[in-house]
């Protein structure tokens, strides 16, 4: 697993959708030093936001593309750009600037 934790400083918890991908949910957790939850399966409203998170991340990173062979900086990146992105469910403020206006 690559080192998170510069990514993670200013994260208070992340929230997932019952996948595959977080089958190793107890190791990102222990590594970042964070709670993750997740999503109820039955429950279509804590599920929107995500899949439109993971969609956009995907077009950084396919599916099929470990991870694993991504470096920090393009991780950074890529971080910087969900970061920036304005939308919906922040009134079209991006999440960088919603997080600042409660910090």
């Not at 977080?22 to 939850?37: D, S």
């Not at 990146?77 to 919603?98: D, Y």
Request: proline residues 4%; hydrophobic residues 30%; glycine residues 2%.
């Amino acid at each position: 697993m690559s080192d998170f934790s510069s990514t993670s400083k200013n994260a208070k918890s992340i929230t997932v959708d019952q996948c595959r991908e977080f089958a190793k949910y107890h190791e990102i957790e222990e590594k970042l030093c964070i709670p993750i939850y997740f999503a109820h399966s039955c429950s279509p409203d804590e599920h929107g936001s995500n899949e439109v998170l993971y969609r956009y991340v995907r077009t950084f990173i396919p599916k099929e593309q470990n991870i694993e062979v991504i470096s920090q900086k393009e991780l950074d990146q890529i971080k910087l750009l969900v970061n920036a992105r304005s939308i919906k469910t922040l009134n079209w403020q991006s999440p960088q600037k919603g997080f600042q206006q409660h910090v």
